[in-house]
């Protein structure tokens, strides 16, 4: 089975970058498509990026294009974040997702596995 496990989060100020990590301890995350997700306090999850098996193919929410850049290393069962000129409404909970299908989705019901999540917190 697959299980996701979130690293990289921590508290910096505005303008600065952080790269996010989800590694899987599965053996099926080649064929998966995955996503980032995250949560804000009083708000619901929201999309952030997908990218397909092949990493061919990305998506981002408009909030984060320009600034944040999803990839994978397959080799590594690891999804990256990277995360630049972050700003305090970047603040959340942030998770990862995995759903077995080689294309890319935006919501979250189409997700089969979650991470725990990794806080970013940014300060203005």
């Known amino acids: 089975q697959v299980q996701l496990v979130e690293s990289g989060g921590g508290l910096v100020q505005a303008g600065d970058s952080l790269r996010l990590s989800c590694a899987n301890s599965?053996?099926?995350?080649?064929?998966?498509?995955m996503g980032w997700f995250r949560q804000a306090p009083g708000k619901e999850r929201e999309f952030v990026a997908t990218i397909s098996l092949s990493d061919s193919l990305t998506y981002y929410a408009d909030s984060v294009k320009g600034r944040f850049t999803i990839s994978r290393d397959n080799a590594k069962s690891t999804v990256y974040l990277q995360m630049n000129s972050l700003k305090p409404e970047d603040t959340a909970v942030y998770y990862c997702?995995?759903?077995?299908?080689?294309?890319?989705?935006?919501?979250?019901?189409?997700?089969?596995?979650w991470g725990q999540g990794t806080q970013v917190t940014v300060s203005s």
């Open positions: 599965g053996r099926a995350f080649s064929s998966y498509a």
């Open positions: 997702a995995a759903r077995r299908r080689s294309y890319v989705s935006t919501g979250p019901q189409d997700y089969d596995y």
